[in-house]
């Protein structure tokens, strides 16, 4: 049975780890070091892990972010294990980082995403907001 609950310091080396797996999986995912682990614990509900036999299966992060003298939440990582997917724990991490900042006085939650989890976080009340496009600019 997988364990949805706030990440703590012996699971540092895990997280990293973890990353690294979410890093090889996704070209654009950047790794974290052990500092962007321990700097997000200091502050209650930034850091949710999933865990299953005391091994790390997934875990969601963010920030609290002010701009132009508006707080407001960022999810900014969001990974489960390959093995792990489809049974829901994506779900579940979310809704514990939402539960943590809903009724805390911040009024807004966001994030970036690629556009094929436009669907996955619509079902948790996110609306798209803005279109962020590239190109290359190679020869
Ligand atoms: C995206 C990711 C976190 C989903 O994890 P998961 O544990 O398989 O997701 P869940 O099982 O909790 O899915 C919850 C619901 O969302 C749906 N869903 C999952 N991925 C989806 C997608 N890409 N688009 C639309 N819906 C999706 C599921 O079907 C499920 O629906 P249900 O409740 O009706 O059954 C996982 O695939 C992953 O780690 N991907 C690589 C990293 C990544 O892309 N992270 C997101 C960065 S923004």
């Known amino acids: 049975m997988v364990s949805i609950r706030p990440a703590d310091k012996s699971d540092l080396?895990?997280?990293?780890?973890?990353?690294?797996?979410?890093?090889?999986?996704?070209?654009?995912?950047?790794?974290?070091?052990?500092?962007?682990f321990i700097?997000?614990?200091?502050?209650?509900?930034?850091?949710?892990?999933?865990?299953?036999?005391?091994?790390?299966?997934?875990y969601v992060s963010g920030d609290v972010q002010a701009v132009k003298g508006k707080r407001r939440v960022s999810l900014e990582n969001l990974f489960v294990e390959r093995g792990?997917?489809?049974?829901?724990?994506?779900?579940?991490?979310?809704?514990s980082f939402i539960s943590a900042w809903t009724g805390k006085g911040i009024k807004e939650m966001i994030l970036f995403c690629p556009p094929q989890l436009?669907?996955?976080?619509?079902?948790?009340?996110?609306?798209?907001?803005?279109?962020?496009?590239?190109?290359?600019?190679?020869?």
């Open 118 to 139: 436009e669907g996955f976080y619509n079902r948790f009340g996110f609306k798209l907001t803005v279109i962020r496009m590239k190109r290359r600019l190679t020869a």
């Open 84 to 95: 792990y997917r489809k049974k829901k724990i994506a779900k579940r991490l979310v809704n």
């Open 39 to 58: 700097k997000l614990m200091r502050r209650r509900g930034l850091l949710f892990v999933a865990e299953e036999h005391g091994s790390l299966v997934g």
């Open 13 to 36: 080396s895990n997280l990293v780890a973890l990353d690294k797996k979410a890093h090889a999986e996704k070209r654009w995912w950047s790794a974290q070091g052990r500092r962007y």
